[in-house]
DNA sequence: GTCCGTCAAGCAGGC
DNA sequence: GCCTGCTTGACGGAC
């Protein structure tokens, strides 16, 4: 099914069954320990080592780093200069992954608005898409992606586009990495992709997203329009995948993927190439139904 | 020792 | 107007 590489798969910010993260964090309070967040800043890069190196026994040729990696990083009482501190570590792992071939990512959360009609607010929102071009510069991943929802639409989709589109565009080290990604509420697959070729910048369909979000179009038709965005960074056009939740509202994540949500990605790819983020509860477990080792 | 509510941050939407 | 979910480990206080 995966032959020749046409889809790679991958998952987010930690491994179950390891048991291993990214993502070991501390209190906002408990940054002036030093020490501590140091200690905890090494582990998170210890700990993306071996899920590396475990990835790349089963051939799972994506991972998504935590978003605290380093916690805090963009925050103002930040105590120490981490690129200094950590830059080594983050170089080696960044070789690691290369000479693995891993392909790596980060995903900024939903506190990240650049577009808000808020000045401080959208600030905000640039440190931390800095923080996150910084680790990808140290680490020289070159075919790294910066995943982000367009954010709020503030009752105005068509203004706050062109607003993120002007606050975004003279922000050029972090367009290197960035993609912009459709989300379940406000802004759809096309949207998306209109925004992101105005920047510039590929944009990724997220398939649990595009059927609660699909404003008329088909899955198909989504990828139509998102997967040439790609060609201009000339790397591997990246997607996500996940499944509902049945217990819980729309949009929660499934444990696992659905075979019926697998299918329906395989259809609409019809042969293209792409690499698959697997957004689901059972982050690696979830890739047993698709044919990956996780044990 | 274990459990539980809260923790930096912003939005949309349901009530 | 208030509350919830998004994601998830940390951590202090209650018991």
Do not use: C
């Not at 995966?2 to 964090?25: C, K, S, V």
């Not at 200094?84 to 690691?96: D, I, P, T, V």
């Amino acid at each position: 099914m995966y032959t020749r590489m046409m889809i790679r798969l991958g998952y987010p910010a930690q491994n179950l069954g390891l048991p291993e993260t990214t993502n070991r964090t501390l209190r906002l309070a408990s940054l002036i320990d030093v020490d501590r967040l140091k200690g905890i800043v090494r582990k998170n890069i210890a700990g993306l080592r071996n899920i590396l190196h475990w990835n790349a026994e089963r051939g799972i040729w994506l991972f998504r780093m935590g978003q605290d990696l380093v916690p805090f990083a963009s925050h103002p009482a930040f105590p120490y200069d981490w690129t200094a501190e950590h830059g080594g570590e983050l170089r080696e792992a960044g070789e690691l992954a290369r000479t693995l071939g891993i392909r790596l990512s980060m995903h900024p959360g939903q506190y990240i608005q650049p577009a808000s009609p808020r000045p401080g607010v959208a600030a905000r929102g640039i440190e931390e898409l800095r923080y996150v071009t910084r680790v990808f510069d140290l680490m020289g991943a070159e075919d790294a992606v910066t995943v982000l929802h367009i954010g709020g639409g503030y009752g105005d989709k068509p203004g706050t586009a062109a607003r993120f589109v002007e606050v975004m565009s003279p922000q050029t080290e972090i367009l290197r990495y960035l993609a912009l990604e459709n989300d379940e509420r406000v802004w759809t697959a096309f949207e998306t992709v209109e925004t992101a070729r105005s920047l510039g910048i590929p944009a990724i369909t997220d398939s649990l997203h595009h059927n609660l979000n699909p404003d008329g179009l088909s899955l198909r038709e989504a990828l139509d329009l998102s997967l040439p965005t790609w060609e201009k960074r000339g790397t591997r056009p990246k997607l996500h995948l996940s499944s509902q939740d049945r217990e819980k509202r729309p949009g929660a994540h499934a444990y696992s993927i659905d075979s019926l949500d697998l299918e329906a990605l395989f259809s609409a790819l019809d042969g293209r190439e792409a690499d698959v983020m697997v957004e689901a509860k059972g982050k690696e477990q979830a890739l047993a139904a698709m044919g990956v080792r996780v044990r």
